[in-house]
């Protein structure tokens, strides 16, 4: 109940109304400058440290996970073809909030005390600068803990779970060696620290990326006289009120709005203050230049990626009801045949492996925040492996309404700090563009 009330009602409100203030806002720059808005992304770079477009791809991984497959397939089943409308609101409404918060972590962000080299960010350092005191640091603390619990649900059970179901119903892998290779390979590399998850991230992303955009495009070349009828039943479901209830309550309470919406979160994170985390890393030569970067996240994950998936499932012709991540490697077998589902179990699985990934990196920034001391918390390392294997045996049920609930509290927070920083953000961003 909590959690349908949060992530179904409470949230979809709170985003379209913090994403039409800040498009509003914010975006009118973007429109008068598109040409400068383009070749300040192209030219963010700075010297030394993360480049911003690697610190992207680590951004990407997050998002380019379970959400963008069994997620959009979730949203279709329980929320109808109309869902897919509703993501594409949400994302648009989503650029200008994911530019805001990167702005406002690149303002914010600290540097290693040891090193004085690596830089920290997110929205736990903005969140306390913003209400600063007692308060401030409280909802700081607040969102950082709630962010390493996202990590090992959201970054590491759920992502394992479709990685194993993939490979499992593919292949025949047993579940528990798929959490177990996974989780080892991620506590390797995770002990490395944040430079390798950026090189390994900065591979794994545009190749699953490619492989994925690869095969959803043949399929709707074979099929793209089905193609007006996907998007007739995206445009028609969009608006079909649950039970009749009309007003702000039908909308609030519609099922593809809010699947829409929630699923849409899930896949892109705009808003609820963890990409920021990745970007804060980045050597950009200004905070607004790697706003941009943000921008064009949303626009990869949700915009193509899950617009891909989504067309593919509805012109498939195969049975949408059920969701999850088999629902969309059966729509892409129908029609590709025997050749699709094991490359789709691969993109699956590497999809889900850069999530893990970049989670246990967001993790292990939050426990830093929390411990002050950024070189400790490598046991967090030994809760990612844990969760990894636990998640891959486990029914992801529970812990999707677990993780729509933290999402939820944790954006809440975010797009409150977001609000009474706006003045700081649009400063840093008639700045840019005056230069």
Not at 75 to 86: E, L, Q, T
Not at 361 to 390: N, S
Request: hydrophobic letters at 55%.
């Amino acid at each position: 109940m909590v959690a349908e009330v949060l992530s179904g009602v409470l949230l979809p409100f709170c985003l379209f109304l913090a994403g039409g203030y800040f498009t509003f806002k914010i975006g009118r720059y973007f429109l008068q400058y598109p040409k400068r808005t383009v070749l300040g992304m192209l030219r963010a770079q700075g010297d030394g440290g993360t480049s911003p477009a690697r610190a992207l791809t680590v951004a990407l991984a997050g998002t380019l996970g379970v959400g963008n497959i069994a997620g959009v397939a979730t949203a279709i089943a329980f929320g109808g073809a109309g869902a897919v409308f509703w993501m594409w609101v949400a994302a648009l409404l989503a650029m200008s909030l994911k530019y805001a918060e990167i702005v406002l972590a690149q303002l914010t962000r600290q540097y290693d005390d040891v090193t004085c080299a690596v830089a920290h960010g997110g929205a736990m350092y903005y969140i306390k600068e913003t209400f600063r005191g007692r308060l401030g640091s409280v909802l700081a603390s607040v969102f950082a803990i709630l962010c390493v619990l996202c990590a090992l649900t959201l970054g590491t059970m759920i992502q394992a779970n479709a990685a194993a179901e993939a490979l499992s119903g593919v292949f025949g892998v047993p579940p528990i060696l798929t959490g177990l290779v996974m989780g080892g390979l991620a506590v390797i590399i995770l002990w490395r620290g944040a430079e390798r998850v950026e090189s390994v991230c900065a591979i794994l992303v545009p190749f699953v990326c490619l492989l994925f955009c690869i095969l959803s495009f043949a399929v709707l070349f074979l099929r793209r006289a089905a193609l007006p009828e996907a998007f007739r039943a995206i445009f028609k479901g969009a608006f079909t009120l649950q039970g009749g209830m009309g007003g702000i309550a039908g909308i609030v309470t519609n099922k593809a709005i809010r699947y829409g919406v929630s699923r849409g979160l899930v896949s892109n994170e705009a808003g609820c203050g963890t990409a920021p985390i990745a970007h804060a890393a980045a050597n950009a030569k200004s905070p607004a230049q790697q706003g941009f970067w943000g921008i064009f996240e949303v626009f990869v994950d949700t915009v193509l990626l899950c617009t891909l998936t989504a067309l593919v499932i509805l012109v498939s012709g195969t049975e949408q009801s059920g969701g999850g991540v088999f629902t969309a490697i059966g729509a892409f077998g129908a029609v590709l045949g025997g050749v699709a589902p094991p490359l789709i179990a691969v993109s699956v699985v590497f999809f889900a492996f850069a999530t893990v990934l970049c989670w246990s990196h967001y993790g292990r920034e939050a426990i830093c925040y929390l411990t002050k001391h950024r070189r400790a918390p490598h046991f967090l390392l030994g809760g990612a492996l844990l969760a990894t294997v636990l998640g891959s045996i486990a029914a992801p049920a529970l812990v999707w309404d677990l993780t729509d609930t933290v999402l939820a509290v944790m954006t809440l927070l975010n797009l409150l700090a977001l609000f009474f920083s706006y003045r700081r953000i649009e400063a840093e961003t008639k700045a840019f563009f005056r230069r």
